[in-house]
């Protein structure tokens, strides 16, 4: 008789503890993502399509779903999960609802009438030494005010060790500029491999503007991803 007891409080402790595991999985299933945000700190993103990452992926909002533009071709604001920078003026990357390669919104890059100008913007991702990463992304250019000029765009890898120490030099992918098609998305692609010591990289899109830039000309990006290469 004591054995039975015994028997029967062991499989009641193995059902409480599988309760348990059932009840934190499904915790973390409604809770969602932890994302840096430029001006919020750490934010939670619900499990919103086109926001949070699909199997293999790395990234986060890559897509640009978040936060939703409620009227009107685009806002004064900036994607949740990534941080912007600028040569000087006020940044124009901007979340977009005036064309989409997936989902409903894109990032837009307004370009701006100063020679040499930079604007853009970026995740940190730790990574791996000598695994191949593998940065795409989905580019147009606007068709009601093209890119002209001398602005292009281009995807960007920046290697960190853990002091935060750049190292290994820029990996840069071919740039887009005033040949890129209005009419369809293009896929562009930018593979390479942390060196030595790196802890977390910089995937960084950017645009130029180069000698003689034309403002008010623009290009929208949509479904940007980082996944380790097969």
């Not at 309760?19 to 945000?37: P, R």
């Not at 750490?42 to 986060?60: D, H, Q, W």
């Not at 000029?149 to 120490?165: C, H, P, R, V």
Request: proline share 6%.
């Amino acid at each position: 008789m004591a054995r039975v007891e015994l028997v029967q409080s062991q499989w009641s402790e193995i059902a409480m503890k599988r309760s348990v595991d059932l009840v934190m999985l499904t915790t973390c299933a409604y809770v969602g993502c932890f994302v840096l945000s430029g001006s919020a700190g750490v934010r939670v993103l619900p499990e919103t399509p086109g926001a949070t990452s699909t199997l293999g992926e790395l990234l986060s909002n890559g897509g640009f779903e978040i936060p939703a533009v409620d009227s009107g071709t685009h806002s004064a604001l900036h994607p949740d999960g990534w941080l912007t920078f600028t040569s000087g003026k006020s940044d124009l990357v901007l979340v977009s609802n005036a064309a989409a390669h997936s989902g409903s919104q894109s990032i837009k890059f307004v370009s701006q009438a100063t020679p040499e100008f930079y604007q853009g913007l970026f995740q940190t991702l730790p990574v791996t030494p000598g695994v191949i990463y593998d940065f795409t992304a989905y580019v147009i250019s606007d068709p009601s005010s093209p890119l002209r000029g001398s602005g292009f765009g281009q995807l960007s890898i920046e290697w960190y060790d853990a002091k935060g120490t750049e190292i290994g030099g820029r990996r840069w992918g071919s740039a887009w500029n005033a040949s890129l098609s209005s009419k369809e998305w293009t896929r562009v692609e930018l593979e390479a491999v942390p060196p030595p010591d790196c802890a977390r990289a910089h995937f960084v899109i950017v645009e130029k503007g180069g000698a003689q830039p034309v403002d008010g000309c623009a290009f929208f990006v949509d479904d940007v991803s980082v996944a380790k290469a097969q």
